[in-house]
Structure formats: structure tokens, C-alpha cells
């Protein structure tokens, strides 16, 4: 019996010396927080009068209007971009059938058999209308071709492919059109592929410009 209240008070005591132990590191916790409290200069902690809390928190909210605001125009130009030229890759491919039509024409005018016969004569007809047909339809849709013919060169609008010399007109007019461009809208669907002229070279220029160009090498 002496032994187990000899254990009994050992606990008692272990557990009062651990309590004390906690209260001291509490104790030293707190004035420890409390000295590096005081170290902060009291000039540093400013206090907000209620007039500069409202103006602050008006501040906020008209930063949060107009960003709000910013969302909304941003989602209003996307929304009428998708409207305005949700068609445009439909129209890109749709330009392939004037494309077909086009070449088809090559074919048959450089066919030999059928040269010059009425047969052609009105197959080139038939093209033509329904080429026609297709860029009127575009037109209804604001597809519409780029006049390039007897133009400057626009490297907006157009892509020239080759030179041409020709001296009844000013260098780099458009003399020739190989593919015919479209805009939709205001803006570009695919530009023209064209011909410009360039100045006619005289044998003798050329022989030098060879000669030039030997040397060069």
C-alpha cells in the first residue's frame, strides 16, 4: 500500500511540475510577443479615421465597376466578332468553286478539238453565268471581290507572283490577274495573285546587267 501512494504522489508531483512548466513557457511567450510588440514604432501603425475608411473602400468599388465594365465590352466586341465573321472560314472554302470554275475555263479554251467550236462557245457561256451567279451570292453575303486591274500594287490587298515588262504602264501596276481576291466585311478574306509591270530592259541594258551579274559571281 505504501508503494502505490508513494506512485500515487511521484504522478501527482510529475504532473504540478509540468503544469508550472507550461504556465512559465506560456509566461515567456507572452512577454516575449509583448517586447517585440513594443520594438515596433508606434509612428508605423496608423490609424484610419472613419472618413479615410469610406474613401477607401469607395476607391475599391469604382476599381471593381470598371473592371466589370472592361469584361463587359470585352465580351460585347467578341460576341459581335463571332456574329460579324462567324462565316469566314465557310467563305474562305467557298472560294474554291469560282477557283474550279476558273481553271475548268483554262482547260477547255486550251483544249485543241474544241477550239473555236459552238459546243465550247457555250460551255464558257454557262461558266461565266454561274461564276457570276456565285460572286452575286457572295456579294449578298458582303463577300466581295478586290479590284485589282489597272491598279497600284497594294500589299494590303494584293500579292504579286511575276513582273511583267510593259512601258504604257507606270511600274508596278496590276496588268494582270491570276486569282481573284475577296474581303469580307473590312477585313481581308485572301488577297489577289497578280501580275505588275515592270520597265522594259533594252538588249544593251541586259547585256550589261549580264555581264554585272558575271562579274558578281
Do not use: C, W
Not at 479615410?52 to 469607395?58: F, G, P, S
Not at 463587359?72 to 466586341?77: L, Q, S, W
Not at 530592259?201 to 547585256?207: A, P, V
Amino acid at each position: 500500500m505504501e508503494k502505490v501512494e508513494n506512485q500515487n504522489n511521484t504522478s501527482i508531483n510529475q504532473n504540478q511540475d509540468s503544469g508550472e512548466d507550461s504556465e512559465k513557457t506560456d509566461k515567456n511567450f507572452d512577454t516575449k510577443n509583448k517586447h517585440e510588440t513594443d520594438k515596433v514604432p508606434k509612428e508605423d501603425i496608423k490609424e484610419y479615421t472613419p472618413e479615410e475608411k469610406i474613401a477607401e473602400l469607395e476607391d475599391k468599388l469604382a476599381r471593381t465597376f470598371a473592371e466589370m465594365e472592361n469584361q463587359r465590352r470585352r465580351f460585347e466586341k467578341e460576341k459581335d466578332d463571332a456574329f460579324e465573321y462567324g462565316g469566314y472560314s465557310f467563305a474562305k472554302e467557298a472560294l474554291n468553286l469560282i477557283d474550279n470554275l476558273d481553271r475548268s475555263r483554262q482547260v477547255l479554251e486550251s483544249d485543241v478539238q474544241l477550239n473555236k467550236t459552238e459546243a465550247l462557245n457555250k460551255t464558257l457561256e454557262h461558266l461565266d453565268i454561274i461564276k457570276k451567279d456565285l460572286i452575286s451570292i457572295f456579294e449578298k453575303n458582303n463577300i466581295k471581290p478586290i479590284d485589282s486591274l489597272n491598279k497600284k500594287l497594294d500589299p494590303n490587298f494584293h500579292q504579286a507572283m511575276i513582273e511583267i515588262e510593259d512601258d504604257t504602264k507606270e511600274p508596278g501596276t496590276i496588268i494582270q490577274e491570276i486569282q481573284m481576291g475577296f474581303t469580307i466585311k473590312d477585313r481581308l478574306l485572301r488577297p489577289s495573285l497578280v501580275g505588275v509591270s515592270k520597265k522594259v530592259i533594252k538588249k544593251d541594258e541586259k547585256t550589261n546587267e549580264n555581264q554585272e551579274n558575271s562579274k558578281d559571281k
